[in-house]
């Protein structure tokens, strides 16, 4: 079966690419994609309710193990499904978009499928060689798709980035594939080898593998520090490919994070603790820096930063409590599904506001939401999917966002005590109810410029055709099914965390969540069903019944907004996006400047004079900086003498 | 009777409270009122260990902490405060947000620090007072350096000493009353000092920023 | 009587209460205000008389508006009517205790800030849109705090269900923290219900009344009982934190919760004419002491106090 997946994701880029007409060869690649990710679906449903499949290509020291077993399965139920709408969506969305703007159908023709096909890829093999090769095919294709319009010098600039960035996460990956199989006795490079090959390494050297694994992982997921990539690179490629960068490849990551993780290396209190405060950091600055911005793609790209950070977040809790002691798996795993529970919301409502947002390019031919508005009356459909991809993405009640997010708050509060580590936990839990309130503050943002108010741009005339809207529909449908019914997507991750976490069964799981109950400590999710259809069916009901049920006998009347009795041209009563937190941003500005320095990429030519003088010049003028530390201030010295009194005393209590 | 350690935490802990609006606040009669509450914490825990812990000859410490920590020191203070019309003090060079992170982690790191260190404690309930102490120390050193009005680092270098009048107390149990005389008569003497000082500087530069007195130099 | 029948009978009264009476605590604001300011004032009652002839006005409805706008006010409603039923307010537990806990109440009472400021950018009007964008700033601060205040009350408890924290609370003493705690979550709510000097989002010299500008009619009446049910949510789970002892008993629990409350708006109503209107960067830093009040809280109840 998973040959036939790959055969019809090569077939469908080669027919787009070599077909004679453009169109109908980007027409039939876009088709054929779908239906081999309707297939992938199908295939890892079956796979997650039976047996998972093996599979071997090729022989000898270069063979090809594929494998879907249950995490790959539930990955690649995730990716069915948005490969799917993705595909559907592009069909259209290139066609009417961007033929006149790059290089063509045929390139995206060719790469589409391609780029599809090396993420499943990335997630099937189980030979570390054969990863590096799918991790590369993945970097190229999407680096082409992004720069589609490659005409731009900034879509070119954030290309380049996006590709360095990637060959750095690849270059880490080759180490530590090459390292460990460098100690495999016959040379392997199959996973299982891989993983007896890491236990019999020297303890330390092991840890810096595990911690260059987790950094490889950790650019290619967007976590802070090494993120200042996606924010340039996901705005600048068109939005189908938005989508896919940001609501799949950065999972690819994460599910590479979590099986080595688990699998190969053994499960450490140190890498937990790493994953759980890069996340958090991710969270908070993510949320941080989505809250000035003005271009809507740049604001969805932080916002990835800021939820890449939750799934992080749980994750790594969920390992470093799993490591601290084989007792606790219970909570692990509960925080572990809590982690892979965001991973699909998240994968949902991210697409389906990028996609949103190619709607918007569509009509408008802008990005910009200081101009911006309106938008709602032009295109009903469009804002009212909108509104539901925002309310998911804030996480309110009734939606997907909500139920994971809470799930991993309520799992992190109530984890065991391990002496400072839970303080860890719980403050990220604390950090992560922050992000949540700064998430909320975005995406208001983002609805309401774009979707409300008054417009400064010419819009073209009614709303985007059926064929984009229908896959988007499917998107909001799932996200409202698995916000009301949290329990049915739960007992399908239950399987692969209960493969990953060997203690646990998946009875047992079930049974966990209903036993704590009992402790008051944690609830079960299977109420949030019953407190939405309170909301849905008596609430709402009632809050709507009070609105309508007095209906005044005179009709409403519809009258000019009131602005003081003035008549004021319709552009100058647009508020714009940069200034709309102008308050708050001058509170945080000591803590972060949110303007991006102009991209320069320099072209060193060879010089010895360069190549000799420079350093030393460098560390002179280096040397000069640091005498800025005679300030003629005594309170400087006092505050650094104090600082270092600081320093001793709690070197003093560590030491 | 009561266990000493049930009475005296409940007071560390509002002690933290009143560091924190002490060195944040920006009008300066404010910030000396919560001087005056700080005081009467650090008293009533004196007067609790003389009670509870029966240590009769801190009945004599916390009249005479009660008289100038209370009484004189604040009068002074709150007196030049009205002579010199200074209102609020100027925006510090610490940004307000900055200023609060500092702050909680000084109070957080201060807490632990005394907690964990292995210092001669007799008594249980005392190391957080320790704690506490310690978090007073490092909130009225980060209040002198980090601000630029005269008024407000004298009421930093009293709230100094609260910090280690605390840790006095709780180290130092049986030390005879001139030790604690000498300290307490140290401290009022100090600030008239200091406010005389600030009543010059405002005199001779017009305003109470320590950064304007550079120029003094020549 | 059965223990199922007190708890269905105090989640309604729970909810009746909250529907009932902060429009009453509103309208003894309202005179509290006018008699310091030496006039007469209206009628404690002037509050309900005004929603009820709200609810029979005509709808007039601003050619921008788009369908947020129309609907945000009941749904944000609707979202608070949950909170109702769900939050214990007259006797320790209520029909909802096996799912209620803080952070879904944390998030039940953000949405309807969500929501109203959603409604008021949907209606296309440049003052809602600065009242709006006020009111979100000041939200981002106040919630930290709220969250803050709630993750302290949780860790004194050890729980995060409000019948667990309420229960043991009725069996143990007040501490520090969980006081602190408390006292921060009545500011928020002072500040949430915009009064004075946070009144900035309806700020009527300025912005000719902000964020309700376009509001009218039923809509208009269910945005402000929005705004005051939400404020006496916050208030009640505050009063009854520092004083559970009372929730035992619905009934004594419903009379002393009614006393407590009162007094708390009485002495929000005192407070409110000594001050003139923040700017947005003071209001701002204030709020930064008050967020930094909640993480010391946080710090207190780690330690135990």
């Known amino acids: ?655 | ?218 | 009587m059965s223990v199922e029948i007190i708890t269905i009978v105090s989640t309604i009264l729970g909810i009746a209460v909250t529907v009932l009476l902060p429009p009453l605590y509103d309208g003894i604001h309202r005179k509290i205000r006018a008699r310091i300011h030496c006039r007469v004032g209206p009628p404690i009652m002037q509050t309900w008389y005004d929603i009820l002839k709200l609810m029979v006005k005509q709808d007039v409805i601003p050619e921008t508006a788009s369908k947020t706008f129309l609907y945000a006010p009941s749904i944000s409603l609707a979202y608070l009517l949950l909170a109702a039923a769900m939050i214990p307010i007259v006797y320790w537990r209520t029909v909802f205790d096996f799912t209620c806990d803080i952070i879904l109440v944390i998030y039940l009472l953000s949405s309807a800030t969500v929501f109203l400021t959603l409604g008021s950018l949907g209606s296309g009007n440049i003052f809602a849109v600065e009242g709006a964008r006020r009111e979100l700033m000041i939200a981002i601060l106040t919630e930290l705090t709220v969250i803050f205040s709630f993750i302290a009350i949780a860790i004194r408890f050890n729980a995060i269900k409000f019948s667990s924290i309420f229960f043991q609370a009725m069996e143990t003493y007040p501490a520090i923290s969980s006081i602190v705690a408390s006292l921060l979550l009545i500011s928020c709510a002072y500040i949430e219900g915009f009064k004075l000097p946070f009144e900035l989002p309806e700020a009527e010299p300025e912005i000719a009344g902000g964020s309700v500008i376009e509001y009218s009619g039923r809509r208009l009446a269910l945005f402000k009982l929005s705004i005051f049910m939400k404020q006496f949510l916050l208030i009640a789970i505050a009063v009854n934190v520092i004083e559970p002892w009372s929730l035992s008993n619905p009934m004594l629990g419903l009379i002393i919760t009614i006393v407590k409350v009162s007094i708390v708006y009485i002495v929000f109503a005192i407070w409110e004419p000594l001050f003139g209107r923040f700017r947005v960067y003071e209001a701002l830093r204030s709020l930064l002491i008050l967020c930094a009040l909640s993480i010391i809280a946080v710090i207190l109840s780690l330690i135990g106090v």
């Not at chain 1, 082409?144 to 070119?156: G, M, S, W």
């Not at chain 1, 994750?315 to 509960?334: D, E, K, R, T, V």
């Not at chain 1, 005044?552 to 709309?580: C, M, N, Q």
């Open chain 2, 1 to 218: 009777m009561v266990a000493l350690e049930h009475v005296i935490t409940p007071i560390a802990a509002c002690m933290i409270l009143t560091a924190f609006l002490i060195v944040e606040l920006r009008r300066l009669k404010y910030s000396a009122y919560s001087y005056i509450v700080q005081s009467t914490l650090l008293v009533s825990i004196f007067l609790s260990i003389a009670v509870l812990a029966p240590e009769p000859h801190f009945y004599a410490w916390s009249i005479s902490a009660f008289i100038t920590k209370v009484v004189i020191v604040p009068w002074l203070i709150i007196h030049t405060i009205n002579k010199l019309k200074a209102e609020e003090e100027e925006e510090p060079m610490v940004p307000p947000i900055l200023s609060i992170l500092i702050d909680i982690a000084l109070i957080a790191i201060g807490f632990w620090l005394g907690s964990t260190l292995p210092l001669p404690i007799t008594e249980p309930g005392f190391k957080i007072c320790m704690g506490v102490s310690f978090s007073l120390f490092f909130m009225g050193i980060y209040g002198m350096t980090g601000r630029s009005c005269a008024i407000k680092q004298t009421i930093c270098l009293c709230h100094i000493e609260n910090g280690i009048h605390l840790m006095l107390a709780v180290l130092a149990y049986a030390s005879p009353v001139t030790v604690d005389i000498g300290i307490l008569t140290d401290a009022v003497v100090a600030i008239a000092i200091m406010l005389y000082l600030s009543t010059l500087i405002k005199k001779v530069t017009g305003s109470l920023s320590i950064y304007r007195m550079s120029s003094l130099r020549w």
């Open chain 1, 1 to 655: 079966m998973l040959e036939i997946i790959f055969a019809l994701f090569t077939l469908a880029a080669l027919l787009g690419a070599f077909s004679p007409s453009k169109r109908w060869g980007h027409r039939i690649s876009c088709m054929l994609s779908l239906f081999a990710s309707l297939l992938l679906l199908d295939v890892s449903i079956q796979a997650l309710e039976g047996s998972p499949i093996t599979l071997k290509l090729l022989q000898g020291i270069i063979v090809l193990p594929l494998e879907m077993d249950m995490l790959s399965a539930f990955f690649s139920m995730v990716f069915g499904i948005v490969f799917t709408i993705v595909s559907l969506y592009s069909l259209k969305y290139i066609e009417e978009g961007y033929t006149d703007r790059g290089s063509g159908l045929r390139i995206h023709a060719l790469c589409l499928p391609i780029f599809m096909a090396s993420m499943v890829a990335v997630i099937l093999v189980r030979s570390g060689f054969w990863l590096i090769f799918a991790w590369e095919l993945m970097s190229l294709s999407s680096f082409i798709l992004v720069v589609y319009e490659h005409k731009r010098q900034d879509v070119r600039n954030a290309g380049l980035i996006y590709f360095a960035m990637s060959h750095a996460a690849a270059a880490l990956l080759i180490v530590v594939v090459l390292t460990l199989a460098s100690h495999t006795s016959p040379l392997s490079f199959l996973y299982s080898s891989l993983s007896s090959a890491y236990k019999s390494l020297d303890p330390h050297v092991a840890m810096c593998l595990a911690i260059l694994f987790t950094i490889a992982m950790g650019i290619k997921s967007g976590v802070v520090p090494l993120h200042f990539w996606l924010p340039r690179a996901h705005p600048a490629a068109p939005s189908n490919i938005s989508a896919l960068l940001s609501g799949i490849m950065v999972k690819t990551s994460i599910f590479l994070l979590l099986y080595f993780t688990t699998k190969i290396f053994y499960p450490a209190i140190e890498i937990g603790a790493l994953i759980l405060v890069l996340g958090i950091l991710s969270i908070l600055i993510g949320c941080l820096y989505a809250v000035p911005q003005n271009d809507c793609k740049v604001l969805l790209a932080y916002s990835t930063i800021g939820h890449i950070g939750y799934i992080w977040l749980a994750l790594g809790a969920g390992l470093m409590i799993y490591a601290y002691s084989g007792q606790f798996a219970l909570y692990a795993s509960l925080l572990i599904s809590a982690g892979l529970f965001h991973l699909m919301n998240h994968a949902f409502f991210k697409s389906l506001l990028f996609m949103v947002t190619g709607n918007v390019i569509l009509k408008t031919e802008t990005r910009d939401m200081d101009i911006l508005g309106g938008l709602g009356k032009a295109m009903p459909f469009t804002s009212f999917i909108a509104m539901i991809g925002i309310l998911s993405l804030i996480g309110l009640p009734i939606f997907n966002g909500f139920a994971s997010k809470w799930m991993i708050y309520v799992t992190g509060i109530s984890s065991p005590a391990m002496d400072h580590l839970t303080m860890l936990i719980h403050l990220g839990v604390a950090l992560a109810l922050f992000g949540g309130t700064l998430t909320a503050i975005y995406s208001i943002k983002f609805y309401s410029e774009i979707f409300t108010g008054q417009s400064r741009v010419k819009v073209a005339k009614g709303d985007v055709s059926p064929i984009i809207t229908v896959p988007e529909a499917v998107l909001a449908i799932a996200c409202i099914v698995f916000g009301i019914f949290p329990g049915a997507a739960l007992s399908v991750i239950f399987k692969p965390v209960s493969t990953l976490i060997p203690e646990i069964s998946v009875y047992t799981l079930a049974e966990g969540v209903k036993f704590y109950l009992s402790l008051l400590v944690i609830p079960s999710t299977m109420p949030l069903t019953s407190v939405c259809f309170t909301l849905l069916a008596v609430f709402i009901p009632i809050a709507f019944g009070i609105l309508y049920a007095l209906a005044h006998p005179l009709k409403t009347r519809v009258e000019a907004p009131w602005l003081g009795g003035y008549k004021f041209d319709i552009h100058e009563i647009k508020f714009p996006a940069s200034s709309l937190y102008a308050g708050f941003e001058k509170l945080v500005s000591p803590l972060y400047r949110v303007k991006f320095p102009t991209v320069k990429v320099r072209y060193p030519e060879p010089n010895a004079d360069k190549v000799l003088v420079s350093p030393w010049v460098k560390l002179g003028a280096f040397l000069g900086e640091v005498k800025r530390i005679q300030v003629g201030r005594v309170q400087v010295y006092v505050g650094v003498l104090f600082i270092l009194l600081i320093i001793v005393l709690v070197a003093r209590v560590l030491g």
